[in-house]
T-cell receptor
Framework: GAGVSQSPSNKVTEKGKDVELRCDPI?????LYWYRQSLGQGLEFLIY????????KSGLPSDRFSAERTGGSVSTLTIQRTQQEDSAVYLC?????????????FGPGTRLTVT | GDSVTQMEGPVTLSEEACLTI???????????LFWYVQYPGEGLQLLLK???ADDKGSNKGFEATYRKETTSFHLEKGSVQVSDSAVYFC????????????WGAGTKLIIKP
């Protein structure tokens, strides 16, 4: 079946512009996670959704970052007024439920470059 | 806070050599432990996991044992292949953290024929 998909695969933007990154999880997966993979910081958690609600936003690095999930499916991560330090690969993962028995399946990522 | 430390790479081995990639962790509570692999040009894939002390996870000839007394989860393989060349990430998750994954820095493995 279809895996987690993300779009765009690559995004180059100018400093100060806003960007939107999209994640389509596996159908029926209720838990959705965003992570960021950067050279300086490695892999880090950003935000977790259970259904449409985000009970854990603790990883968002600043108030320029926000995310939403609609219909318990597609999620959008928005970065406002992008900075060069936002350059990274943004990864989305979904799992059937949140829990130790449920594997997180990862999308291919969106590579964001801020110039 | 919870954290994962794994050996820095790159690790370069010849085909059929034995592999160990060290991973240690710090966590409150009782974490589950994971190894993920990222092959060149591909996304992260779960390689193996263990959810309680003394559990052994295994897949594709790789093994790792959850050692609570040494807070370790070292990845091992008896005979590596060129196709094992990838970046390997050790990670943990805890209930209190909504099962988010906390990651090690990753270890790049290069296998030469």
């Amino acid at each position: 079946g279809a895996g987690v998909s993300q779009s765009p695969s690559n995004k180059v933007t100018e400093k100060g512009k806003d960007v939107e990154l999209r994640c389509d999880p596996i159908s029926g997966h209720t838990a959705l996670y965003w992570y960021r993979q950067s050279l300086g910081q490695g892999l880090e958690f950003l935000i977790y959704f259970q259904g449409n609600s985000a009970p854990d936003k603790s990883g968002l690095p600043s108030d320029r970052f926000s995310a939403e999930r609609t219909g318990g499916s597609v999620s959008t991560l928005t970065i406002q007024r992008t900075q060069q330090e936002d350059s990274a690969v943004y990864l989305c993962a979904s799992s059937l439920q949140a829990g130790l028995s449920y594997e997180q399946y990862f999308g291919p990522g969106t590579r964001l470059t801020v110039t | 806070g919870d954290s994962v430390t794994q050996m820095e790479g790159p690790v370069t081995l010849s085909e059929e050599a034995c592999l160990t990639i060290n991973c240690t962790y710090t966590a409150t509570g009782y974490p589950s432990l994971f190894w993920y692999v990222q092959y060149p040009g591909e996304g992260l894939q779960l390689l193996l996991k263990a959810t309680k002390a003394d559990d052994k996870g295994s897949n594709k000839g790789f093994e790792a044992t959850y050692r609570k007394e040494t807070t370790s989860f070292h990845l091992e393989k008896g005979s590596v292949q060129v196709s094992d060349s990838a970046v390997y990430f050790c990670a943990l998750s805890v209930v209190a953290g909504n099962y988010q994954l906390i990651w090690g820095a990753g270890t790049k493995l290069i296998i030469k024929p």
